[in-house]
């Protein structure tokens, strides 16, 4: 059976702070608006005694909630506990993370009275399928693929821990993409009639969280990644924070609390301060109003454009940076980038674009598509393509795409011995030959490892497999053929043959530390059961609530419809 025969194909951008959801429906790629009637779905879930909410709903409950309310799951998706970005992160997120078993981090929440333990795959997986939801009511058939967009930096144990979380979500992923490659089909899309010849195109993706800068090619039709560079701790958050951090000092001063430690009231502030940030690209002042932000005391206070560019322009400059970056490793020089190509909901601030502008010699940027909405809508033309339901349009499009991070294996004891270098494109296959440090030595171990340090211990440990078996020989007279490939999947296979025997050995990656495990998949499959099964029950006592009620006055009915279409919950006892 085919897996693309089961309705049409989704494209989703699994933000770290929103989610965004296309379908290529029509001749286009349509945006599938929420129970909200919202084009963007907060990536937030929070559970409280009597439910679980996804989406709006529990973003809209943070402050009230904040030990229960998970957001960022995609900072902690394919990480282990001690990587030291999970031990920074989880030191400014008002829920408990713990270390779980295999060093993954797990997320404590009080749900329904009981402690509950939460992966973040599971989380993800939560807000997947309410997304998975609200597409089926919108296209009205049951959906099973989707392509999933990541950030060009996640390592392959992120893309596999974000494909287990689609998995446990019910979805088929056909396959993951980058993000701003993404946005760049989106945007090839859109200027396919006009463009003639090769151009370079720079996406400059500013995101929630992340910044993804990718150089790409485009020549009739054929959409090829360059380059990437990006930092997965640069993002609208970030401006969130500097602009807190400066109301927490205005507070202090004005009235000698200190407001650091008050997790309930920072989340407040920070709320409005993530609203002010967003007039802020619009207007040139506006006010944060707080009301009894602690100890009963209101709060009040402006802010300028020019303050809040002032109190992110080093976080700026390094946006720029990343594009420098970018344009080094692809060896271009930025006078041949025909077109810049602005994505993600920060690109919107004006600091951010006029420094962008700048830095390409007063180039235009290029803004036509939405900037919530281009990766989205690029996975959907993905999804259509693979699943043949494009149109004569799509057909020409061909995507390669590139590895983000060195791979290799470890020689001499902890030297790096580069086999695929950064920015390959994939598919790829390379082979290279590898010889004994021993005399005699009967077998060879094989340390895969991906990054970019010259030496081992500071890249990052794929995993270890064996060449036994070979013959006795004095050191460097046995070879060993060693092939990395990654498929369009990015799956790695790393094989090594020894030359005279023909001995071989290999491993797949499918299985290696950080990917779900067959028991941890089923727990976590019969988890996400239970919480669906309480979701129905909570929805039966609902109906039964409702129809004993017998006399449903106009606005419950209302909210009621919002609730069958799969909004957020209803309180009820
Ligand atoms: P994304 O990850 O692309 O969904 O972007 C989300 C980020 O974009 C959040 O930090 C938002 O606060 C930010 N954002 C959305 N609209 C604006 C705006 N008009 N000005 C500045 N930042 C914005």
Not at 64 to 76: E, Y
Not at 274 to 285: I, N, P, Q, Y
Request: contains cysteine.
């Amino acid at each position: 059976m085919s897996d693309h025969g089961e309705g049409p194909a989704i494209g989703i951008d699994l933000g770290t702070t929103n989610l965004c959801v296309a379908v290529w429906q029509n001749g286009r790629a349509e945006i599938i608006v929420n129970d909200q009637g919202k084009r963007t779905t907060p990536s937030y879930v929070a559970f409280t005694h009597t439910e679980r909410l996804v989406g709006d709903a529990a973003k809209t409950q943070v402050a009230r909630n904040p030990t229960n309310s998970v957001f960022d799951a995609k900072r902690l998706i394919g990480r282990r506990f001690s990587d030291p970005l999970v031990q920074s992160d989880i030191n400014h997120f008002p829920f408990k993370v713990i270390e779980g078993p295999g060093d993954t981090p797990m997320i404590i929440v009080e749900y329904k009275g009981k402690e509950r333990h939460f992966s973040a795959e599971e989380i993800s997986s939560m807000v997947l399928r309410r997304m998975r939801e609200i597409a089926e009511d919108y296209l009205g058939t049951i959906v099973k693929n989707a392509v999933v967009t990541v950030p060009a930096y996640f390592n392959d144990s992120q893309r596999k821990a974000t494909r287990d979380a689609a998995g446990l979500a019910g979805l088929n992923v056909l396959r993951i993409i980058n993000e701003p490659t993404a946005a760049t089909i989106a945007y090839g899309l859109h200027r396919m009639d006009s463009s003639i010849g090769k151009k370079n195109v720079l996406i400059f993706d500013l995101g929630g969280g992340t910044t993804d800068v990718s150089l790409i090619t485009i020549e009739k039709g054929v959409f090829e990644v360059k380059a990437v560079a990006g930092d997965t701790h640069l993002g609208g958050e970030d401006f969130d924070n500097r602009m807190v951090k400066h109301f927490v000092n205005i507070f202090k001063r004005q009235h000698k609390v200190d407001i650091s430690k008050n997790s309930k009231a920072l989340r407040r502030l920070k709320n409005a301060c993530e609203k002010a940030k967003e007039v802020l690209s619009s207007a040139m002042e506006t006010t944060i109003d707080v009301d009894s932000l602690c100890n009963g005391i209101d709060f009040i206070s402006t802010i300028t454009r020019a303050k809040f560019a002032e109190l992110n322009m080093d976080l700026f400059r390094k946006c720029i940076h990343i594009v420098e970056k970018c344009l080094t490793d692809a060896k271009m020089d930025k006078s041949c980038v025909h077109d810049v190509v602005v994505t993600g909901g920060s690109s919107r601030i004006p600091k951010v674009q006029e420094l962008l502008r700048e830095f390409f010699n007063g180039k235009e940027l290029c803004k036509c598509i939405n900037p919530d909405e281009a990766v989205a809508c690029g996975a959907a033309v993905q999804a259509a393509i693979l699943t043949g339901m494009g149109n004569e349009k799509l057909q020409d499009i061909v995507l390669l795409d590139v590895t983000p991070l060195s791979l290799g294996i470890e020689v001499h004891g902890s030297d790096m011995s580069i086999v695929i270098p950064r920015n390959t494109a994939i598919p790829t296959k390379k082979k290279e030959i590898y010889t004994t440090m021993r005399d005699n030595q009967t077998s060879m171990l094989f340390s895969v490892y991906m990054g970019e340090g010259d030496r081992t211990c500071d890249n990052n440990l794929l995993g270890q497999f064996e060449l036994s078996g070979i013959p006795l020989a004095p050191r460097g007279v046995t070879k060993a053929k060693l092939c990395f490939d990654i498929d369009t999947n990015r799956i790695l296979n790393v094989s090594a043959k020894e030359m005279t025997t023909g001995v071989t050995s290999k491993i797949t990656f499918t299985n290696y530390k950080g990917r779900l495990s067959s028991e941890e998949n089923d727990r976590m499959v019969q988890d996400a059961e239970i919480c669906k099964a309480e979701d129905d029950e909570d929805r039966k006592k609902f109906e039964a609530w409702l129809k004993f009620g017998g006399h449903v006055v106009n606005g419950i009915a209302t909210v009621a419809g919002l609730y069958f279409m799969g909004a957020g919950k209803i309180k009820f006892k």
